[in-house]
């Protein structure tokens, strides 16, 4: 496959790819320069966009570039290009997450290219989903894309599940008694629909899903007691399947794999006819993320809790402008 010409229009649409990837709160917390003479494309980390409360240490802001990096790849090889990546280049520019060199000699890689139409088709789904397990086959092809990236897709047995439901649980109590986590989750969510919404970011009602009933999946109620327009009941499945994704450390770096590696599992699930909402509560409180991890299994530092199933689709979330994140120079 022969790579398009390396022009605006080709570096605008990678980077309308890499900022469909997932992040917190859709803060959206990421930016791109691109280097025209050297055909480099930098990812920066957005500080504006933190959120403080919820993700103090950065880490999940670290993994939502990492997710934006991982659809960056993605796309590239679907264009034909083998593109190198270099994680934290400049110890003196913490801000400065990847360098990305788009003029590249090597075959692209085709795993890759293959996941790019499960870009724009994946979303959060805050739905109900069918009660019935992942096949083997599925969760298999999962670990190995998590493996691809550096880290670790755990499905814990029956026993640990409900524990970690429990823990999403203590999350959200201890979560409804810091104001400031109160008060980032109001700034970046929205009860109204988005129709005629000209927001940018952020979760606006539709993609709040339905209220459970009689159920405790691990849905988080973006909500907070604000009346949303149309929103009903519903009764979610009683036995989710639940994931963990994990690495060995747990510093900058670490937390990029992971975000990469989270963003290619939710993409290969799309692939695989599944829908996949976050659960990142119980891995927000250090007293409680220590206790998600299964003592069995070898994964040291748990980054991510997935929920995995057949359901509906969930609505998309919107999305900034290139033109606000992209500076080329």
């Not at 400049?90 to 870009?119: F, K, M, N």
């Not at 119980?282 to 748990?302: G, K, Q």
Request: hydrophobic share 40%; charged share 25%.
């Amino acid at each position: 496959m022969n790579a398009a010409p390396l022009d605006a229009n080709t570096i605008e649409e990678l980077v309308a790819d890499a900022t469909a990837a997932p992040s917190l709160h859709n803060a959206q917390p990421w930016a791109f320069r691109f280097l025209r003479d050297s055909g480099v494309l930098r990812l920066y980390a957005d500080p504006d966009r933190a959120l403080p409360h919820t993700d103090p240490e950065n880490r999940g802001l670290h993994m939502g570039c990492g997710a934006a990096l991982l659809n960056l790849r993605v796309a590239a090889a679907a264009g034909g290009r083998a593109p190198d990546v270099r994680l934290l280049p400049d110890p003196a520019d913490p801000r400065l997450l990847a360098e990305v060199g788009l003029i590249g000699t090597g075959p692209p890689d085709s795993a890759l290219a293959r996941l790019a139409p499960a870009i724009r088709r994946r979303h959060s789904s805050r739905f109900p989903f069918r009660d019935e397990e992942i096949p083997v086959l599925t969760r298999e092809r999962l670990s190995e894309a998590a493996r691809l990236e550096g880290a670790d897709l755990f499905f814990p047995d029956p026993w640990h599940v409900r524990s970690i439901l429990e823990l999403v649980q203590d999350a959200e109590a201890t979560e409804a008694f810091a104001p400031g986590v109160h008060e980032e989750t109001i700034r970046w969510t929205r009860p109204e629909p988005s129709t005629g919404d000209k927001a940018s970011d952020g979760i606006p009602g539709e993609a709040f899903g339905p209220l459970q009933r009689g159920t405790s999946v691990p849905v988080r109620d973006f909500a907070l007691g604000r009346p949303v327009p149309g929103r009903g009941w519903a009764a979610f499945e009683k036995n989710p399947n639940i994931a963990l994704l994990g690495t060995a450390r747990d510093k900058p770096r670490d937390w990029l794999c992971a975000g990469q590696a989270l963003e290619r599992v939710l993409l290969q699930a799309t692939a695989d006819g599944l829908v996949a909402p976050l659960t990142s509560q119980p891995t927000e409180w250090p007293d409680i993320r220590w206790a998600v991890r299964d003592p069995a299994s070898a994964m040291a530092n748990v980054q991510m809790v997935i929920r995995l199933g057949h359901g509906p689709q969930g609505a998309a979330s919107p999305r900034r402008p290139v033109t606000d994140v992209l500076d080329v120079r």
